[in-house]
T-cell receptor, first 113, second 115 residues
Framework: DAGVIQSPRHEVTEMGQEVTLRCKPISGHDYLFWYRQTMMRGLELLIYFNNNVPIDDSGMPEDRFSAKMPNASFSTLKIQPSEPRDSAVYFC???????????FGQGTRLTVV | AQTVTQSQPEMSVQEAETVTLSCTYDTSESDYYLFWYKQPPSRQMILVIRQEAYKQQNATENRFSVNFQKAAKSFSLKISDSQLGDAAMYFCAYRSPNSNYQLIWGAGTKLIIKP
């Protein structure tokens, strides 16, 4: 398996623009997580899905953030409108009941100017 | 609520030497999982080693081993024969079996390898 695939790897956008981050989990994994990593706050769990259903979105910072998982092989994290303080590395991870750990993608480095 | 503490923001070690990274955690649960993840400059989070709390034997993966002290709630990572490629941020993480795979993370330790 190719592992968890995220795109794009880097995104630079202007304040106020919409940003969409994409994730393809490992095939067969039924849990998907979105994390944000910053120097100040470390790794924060934003939202996670089980069988494509959002289970806990309490980590989503504001209504500007939304996430969807239309099918088992694809998820998006959208920020609209983006702000400079959203600049961070965003990770997607997936897991399954057969594994105890989560498998991470390479992350998307978002810069909002 | 569970917490994970990594008290060493940065550690350095001479190449080929041994280094130990510390991690403590707080929980009232008796069964759980502990992990060490490595994040090199490429920023990918890579699983280094895992430990199930019900197992008394310390986990080992090649040059990486843990010292799991359940009563003390301590989970340190020992890296033997350090190599330049070991330079990275190392994160300790906790998972409850009841948490739907949510991980509680430490703040990380930056490991520097001196050639």
């Amino acid at each position: 398996d190719a592992g968890v695939i995220q795109s794009p790897r880097h995104e630079v956008t202007e304040m106020g623009q919409e940003v969409t981050l994409r994730c393809k989990p490992i095939s067969g994994h039924d849990y998907l997580f979105w994390y944000r990593q910053t120097m100040m706050r470390g790794l924060e769990l934003l939202i996670y899905f089980n069988n494509n259903v959002p289970i806990d979105d309490s980590g989503m910072p504001e209504d500007r953030f939304s996430a969807k998982m239309p099918n088992a092989s694809f998820s998006t994290l959208k920020i609209q409108p983006s702000e400079p303080r959203d600049s961070a590395v965003y990770f997607c991870a997936s897991s399954s009941p057969l594994n105890t750990e989560a498998f991470f993608g390479q992350g998307t480095r978002l810069t909002v100017v | 609520a569970q917490t994970v503490t990594q008290s060493q923001p940065e550690m350095s070690v001479q190449e080929a030497e041994t280094v130990t990274l510390s991690c403590t955690y707080d929980t009232s649960e008796s069964d759980y999982y502990l992990f060490w993840y490595k994040q090199p400059p490429s920023r990918q989070m890579i699983l280094v080693i895992r430990q199930e709390a019900y197992k008394q034997q310390n986990a080992t993966e090649n040059r990486f081993s843990v010292n799991f002290q359940k009563a003390a709630k301590s989970f340190s990572l020992k890296i033997s024969d350090s190599q330049l490629g070991d330079a990275a941020m190392y994160f300790c993480a906790y998972r409850s079996p009841n948490s739907n795979y949510q991980l509680i993370w430490g703040a990380g330790t930056k490991l520097i390898i001196k050639p």
